[in-house]
Nanobody
Framework: QVQLVESGGGLVQAGGSLRLSCKAS????????MGWFRQAPGNERGIVAA????????YYADSVEGRFTISRDNAKNTVYLQMNSLNPDDTAVYYC?????????????????WGQGTQVTVSS
């Protein structure tokens, strides 16, 4: 089992940047695909970015491609999401996800372990 704790959310103006972190505890962090999802009020939870266990493969939603970067440090059991050029549409609760037996393209809201989420609010 994996426990996940997100941090780094907050209030930022449009055009600004934030860096989210997700610290994992438990066993075999380096075996898990890791993903960032987000959920805005009234919307379903959707994938933002994902990274393979070794960090060699990544996936991004079209809406964040070129603005967000996912990375991981297996020695620190931590995955990061660098978010640049933020806009109000990025406002949501951001969740960290850990899953086995999948690919970065197939990360799903229906599987894996979740953190408690961190709020990101982008003002116009």
């Amino acid at each position: 089992q994996v426990q996940l704790v997100e941090s780094g959310g907050g209030l930022v103006q449009a055009g600004g940047s934030l860096r989210l972190s997700c610290k994992a505890s438990g066993r075999a962090f380096s075996a898990y695909n890791m993903g960032w999802f987000r959920q805005a009020p009234g919307n379903e939870r959707g994938i933002v970015a994902a990274i393979s266990p070794s960090g060699t493969r990544t996936y991004y939603a079209d809406s964040v491609e070129g603005r967000f970067t996912i990375s991981r440090d297996n020695a620190k059991n931590t995955v990061y999401l660098q978010m640049n050029s933020l806009n109000p549409d990025d406002t949501a609760v951001y969740y960290c996800n850990a899953a086995l037996g999948t690919s970065v393209q197939a990360m799903s809201p229906q599987r894996g372990y979740w953190g408690q989420g961190t709020q990101v609010t982008v003002s116009s």
